[in-house]
């Protein structure tokens, strides 16, 4: 049952990566190059429909895995390929059926669960904010040229303004808030230190002047 049920999570992850770049393509095709904004729900209604997709195909896995199994049985030649079964191979391809099955029945699961959909689309648009973002600056780097000089100039600047669809804004709110925050304090100390020093400075020169008497 531990080898069946890794195997079982194995096909369970790769299918929920699959279903991840499914709704990450669909996010660059509808923010990018159609020019939408991004929407959580309309997204987590693609990954329901990937998922489901993914479910139905792990179910035509188990059938074929049942089909080969009947038709492997009873049969004892030597076999002419890989997959020309023969009745030593039952109790693998009906161990195969049902692992496929039990794949299928998860990614179903998976796919009526709303936070585990919300948490897939919001991978995706990370997946798909870091291609954008990767894309965007080996452009700059490797062209490194002014406006004017650059031909596709507005379709990246159109690009780059579509890409924010895809950013966490009230994330980087919350992170430029704590810098400044930080940066408050620093300047807050910066300025005790110098109040501090200067009235250091002050009892030095009192200090030296009564000497000097």
Not at 32 to 55: C, K, N, P, R, W
Not at 61 to 85: C, I, L, N, V, W
Not at 157 to 163: F, G, I, L, S, V
């Amino acid at each position: 049952m531990g080898k069946s049920a890794d195997v079982i999570a194995e096909g369970v992850a790769i299918a929920t990566s699959a279903a991840r770049l499914t709704v990450k393509n669909q996010i660059l095709v509808g923010t990018i190059a159609q020019g939408g904004s991004f929407d959580v729900a309309t997204y987590m209604s693609d990954a329901h429909e990937a998922l489901l997709a993914l479910a139905a195909e792990s179910d035509e896995a188990a059938e074929f895995a049942t089909r080969q199994r009947k038709r492997a049985h009873g049969r004892y030649s030597d076999p002419h390929g890989t997959h020309d079964y023969r009745d030593r191979d039952v109790r693998n391809l009906k161990k195969r059926a049902r692992q496929s099955a039990a794949v299928a029945e998860r990614l179903r699961e998976m796919a009526d669960d709303p936070e585990t959909l919300r948490f897939l689309v919001e991978a995706a648009r990370a997946a798909a904010w870091g291609d954008v973002a990767g894309n965007l600056q080996r452009r700059l780097t490797v062209e490194a040229m002014r406006p004017d000089q650059d031909p596709d100039y507005e379709t990246m600047r159109e690009a780059r303004m579509q890409a924010l669809r895809l950013v966490d804004l009230q994330a980087l709110s919350s992170e430029q808030r704590a810098r400044r925050k930080n940066r408050d304090k620093a300047d807050k100390a910066a300025e005790k230190a110098n109040k501090a020093a200067a009235k250091a400075a002050e009892r030095e020169e009192k200090r030296a002047a009564k000497q000097l008497r």
